[in-house]
């Protein structure tokens, strides 16, 4: 059995498969609480917006609210999943069409480097092209999809559970199956949570990569335009809502730009596929990264200009220190000689790998997690500040970042020596904020 606190296996029999021996998220009970409180929250935010009803006041009511809100959705909850699920297959297909270069993955432990179709940005740009253009030309109205938004959310609920206890159950067809080092523990409670399988897949196609960039990333920019057509409709479009959208959508296509960076994140090196990232990806992402144009539809802020480019520069600045540190980062993985990283001073280890301690990275240990977080700062603040529902997303945000800093300091304590990590530690001090943290 695992036990305690982060992430750690030891070969039991079958080295493809080693026994995970500790836990993180507070083990099975963790797991299953989460399991279960995720959804919900998804839920409960959504009842606390649900029309012109919408702030954190009404959390008196919130049993009743989302009583209200299940009973209404409930008989579009079919359609609703009909629609995601043509959208799930249309970008499962795109995603192994021979569309964009082809990139191998790091070396996994079995000897493999999985190869991935780059082609997430070309499925950004026909998705935003086809809908609204569509919605342009009257042949399809955006603002219906802002009208679904309930039964979505509730039937984005039901598919990722669906989708997590068939991944779950698929990890144990073959003794070759090559399981995350932190999601084979034995109990299938915290296995099912954290994700038991590294690289699921079906033929070409990774279905963690898939997920994790194209359904719920793109359908959280598409969601966004869809309040603004909403918006439109009923007469109460803002510069506030088209700003919100139209920088969340950039955050995206960044992303997506970049899309063969995510090789090398955590969520797809180490983390296994269940129900934590099925979730994240296909539920919570587009339905609560969303609260604040759904807020704005019916509660229109009306900024001074002044305000919005407060704002405005508030997300750029973000943007530039977390597209900068990455970017240095990137270079210098792939090329320490590039002309372009050439000032950056490094730090030596024992086990002859590089840290770098200037430049970015010199000024925190996660500059880069910095920038998100003043990103979506930044987006939350075009609603004003009337009510806090908006600010959710940084006000979660900022948690989550935290968690994943801690996450990845444990990693490269274990991946550099505790010895040279420490001597880095008291290079850069500063976790996440010079000077305060």
């Given at each position: 059995m695992a036990?305690?606190?982060?992430?750690a296996?030891k070969?039991?029999?079958?080295?493809?498969q080693?026994?995970?021996t500790?836990y993180?998220?507070?083990?099975?009970?963790?797991?299953?609480?989460?399991?279960?409180?995720l959804p919900?929250?998804?839920?409960?935010?959504n009842s606390?917006?649900?029309?012109?009803?919408?702030?954190?006041t009404?959390?008196?009511?919130?049993?009743a609210?989302?009583?209200?809100?299940?009973?209404?959705?409930w008989?579009?909850?079919?359609?609703a999943?009909?629609i995601?699920l043509?959208?799930?297959?249309?970008?499962?297909v795109?995603?192994i069409l021979?569309i964009g270069?082809?990139?191998?993955?790091?070396?996994?432990?079995?000897?493999?480097?999985?190869?991935?179709?780059m082609?997430a940005?070309?499925?950004?740009?026909?998705?935003?092209?086809v809908?609204?253009g569509?919605h342009?030309t009257?042949?399809?109205?955006?603002?219906v999809?802002?009208?679904?938004?309930?039964p979505?959310?509730?039937?984005?609920?039901?598919?990722?559970?669906?989708?997590s206890?068939?991944?779950?159950?698929?990890?144990?067809?073959?003794?070759?199956?090559?399981?995350?080092?932190g999601?084979?523990?034995?109990?299938?409670?915290?296995?099912f949570?954290?994700?038991?399988?590294?690289?699921?897949?079906?033929?070409?196609?990774?279905?963690?990569l898939m997920?994790?960039?194209?359904?719920?990333?793109i359908?959280w920019?598409?969601?966004n335009?869809a309040?603004?057509c909403k918006?439109?409709e009923?007469?109460?479009?803002?510069?506030s809502i088209?700003l919100?959208?139209?920088f969340?959508?950039?955050?995206?296509l960044d992303?997506?730009l970049l899309?063969?960076?995510?090789?090398?994140?955590?969520?797809?090196?180490?983390?296994g596929?269940?129900?934590?990232?099925?979730?994240?990806?296909?539920?919570w992402?587009?339905?609560?990264?969303?609260l604040?144009?759904?807020?704005?539809?019916?509660?229109?802020?009306?900024l001074?200009p002044?305000?919005?480019?407060?704002?405005?520069?508030?997300s750029?600045?973000?943007y530039?220190?977390?597209?900068g540190a990455n970017?240095?980062?990137?270079r210098f993985?792939?090329?320490?000689k590039d002309p372009?990283?050439?000032?950056?001073?490094?730090m030596?280890?024992s086990?002859?790998k590089?840290?770098?301690?200037s430049?970015?990275?010199g000024m925190?240990?996660?500059?880069?997690y910095v920038?998100?977080?003043?990103m979506?700062?930044?987006?939350?603040a075009f609603?004003?500040?009337?009510?806090?529902?908006p600010?959710?997303h940084?006000?979660?945000?900022?948690?989550?970042?935290m968690?994943?800093?801690?996450?990845?300091?444990k990693?490269m304590r274990e991946k550099?020596?505790?010895?040279?990590?420490?001597?880095?530690?008291?290079?850069?001090k500063?976790?996440?904020?010079?000077?305060?943290?």
């Open positions: 036990k305690g606190s982060g992430a296996s070969s039991v029999g079958n080295p493809l080693p026994r995970t500790t993180e998220w507070g083990g099975p009970v963790g797991g299953f609480f989460m399991v279960l409180f919900t929250l998804v839920m409960a935010l606390l917006c649900a029309g012109e009803q919408c702030g954190i009404q959390a008196m009511r919130l049993p609210l989302m009583t209200e809100l299940v009973h209404g959705a008989p579009m909850v079919p359609k999943i009909g995601e043509v959208w799930l297959a249309a970008h499962a795109f995603s021979p270069r082809l990139v191998h993955g790091g070396e996994l432990r079995n000897g493999e480097r999985l190869a991935y179709r082609n940005i070309h499925a950004f740009v026909i998705s935003h092209v809908l609204l569509l342009y009257s042949i399809v109205n955006m603002a999809v802002a009208d679904l938004f309930h979505l959310m509730i039937g984005a609920i039901f598919i990722s559970f669906a989708m206890v068939v991944l779950y159950a698929a990890s144990f067809r073959r003794r070759n199956v090559l399981t995350a080092l999601g084979n523990s034995g109990n299938a409670l915290y296995d949570w954290i994700g038991r399988e590294l690289n699921p897949r079906t033929g070409p196609l990774d279905w963690k997920c994790e960039l194209r359904p719920g990333l359908g920019s598409i969601m335009w309040f603004v918006s439109v009923l007469g109460t479009v803002t510069p088209v919100t959208a139209l969340e959508s950039f955050y995206v992303g997506l899309e063969a960076g995510n090789l090398t994140m955590m969520d797809i090196v180490t983390d596929f269940g129900f934590m990232l099925c979730f994240g990806d296909l539920a992402l587009p339905f609560t990264y969303t604040q144009t759904k807020y704005l539809v019916h509660h229109p802020a009306h001074s002044l305000h919005l480019c407060l704002c405005a520069s508030l750029v600045a973000g530039v220190i977390f597209r970017t240095e980062k990137d993985r792939s090329n320490p372009c990283v050439q000032h950056l001073h490094v030596k280890t086990k002859g590089s840290l770098i301690i430049g970015y990275w925190c240990r996660h500059p880069n920038g998100d977080w003043l979506a700062l930044g987006w939350a609603s004003g500040t009337a009510e806090l529902l600010y959710f940084p006000i979660y945000f900022g948690f989550l970042l968690h994943r800093q801690l996450r990845d300091e990693q550099y020596g505790r010895e040279d990590w420490n001597a880095f530690c008291r290079i850069v500063y976790r996440l904020i010079p000077y305060l943290y």
